[in-house]
């Protein structure tokens, strides 16, 4: 019999990430630019040791502006392959975080991010590679109709 801690580090190794999708009463989306990042996404970030996606939504929405914000339904999980510089497959939970008013109170963590904005998705379709306007898309739709959507795996441009 294998023992468990030998079974268990020869698993395949993936990562979760977790973000918040936002808009405003226009329907604009929220979206961050990070300055590591030639694109634009969710306010967001890795799920750390011990934390559920929900808490990791929650967490990064107060690192990365400050907000303290409810974390609602999950709207959209995809599955992505190692991209760019990352090595192991990331599982990409999206939350319905609700309808923010306009960016007061808005504190942008300089450190990580470069700006945020509100945008239609025409404008954001522009700003994000094709992977994330399909997650976007669905986000959309998934708040529309109250189901989730699985979105097969993403693939780099």
Same mark, same amino acid.
């Given at each position: 019999?294998?023992? /468990? $801690? ?9 990562a ?7 808009? $405003?009463?226009?329907?604009?989306? *929220? ?17 750390d ?5 929900? /808490? ?6 107060? +690192? +990365? ?9 999950? *709207?959209?999980? %995809?599955?992505?392959? &190692? *991209?760019? $510089?990352? &090595? ?17 109170g808005?504190?942008? %963590?300089?450190?990580? *991010? ?8 025409? %404008? ?15 986000? %959309? ?5 109250? +189901? ?8 780099? +441009?």
């Amino acid at each position: 019999m294998i023992p /468990a $801690d030998a079974f268990y580090a020869g698993l395949f190794k993936v990562a979760a990430a977790a973000a918040g999708f936002i808009t $405003d009463t226009s329907d604009r989306v *929220l979206l961050v630019k990070p300055g590591y990042r030639d694109h634009w996404g969710w306010p967001g970030g890795h799920v750390d040791e011990g934390e559920s996606p929900e /808490a990791a939504c929650r967490r990064e929405l107060a +690192e +990365e502006l400050g907000l303290t914000r409810p974390v609602g339904r999950l *709207l959209v999980v %995809q599955w992505v392959p &190692p *991209l760019d $510089d990352r &090595p192991i497959p990331l599982v990409h939970f999206l939350f319905d975080c609700g309808t923010f008013r306009d960016g007061a109170g808005v504190v942008l %963590q300089q450190e990580e *991010l470069d700006d945020y904005g509100f945008f239609t998705a025409d %404008q954001a379709a522009s700003l994000m590679p094709a992977y994330l306007v399909a997650r976007l898309t669905a986000a %959309q739709r998934a708040r529309d109709t109250g +189901e989730t959507v699985y979105l097969p795996a993403a693939v780099a +441009e």
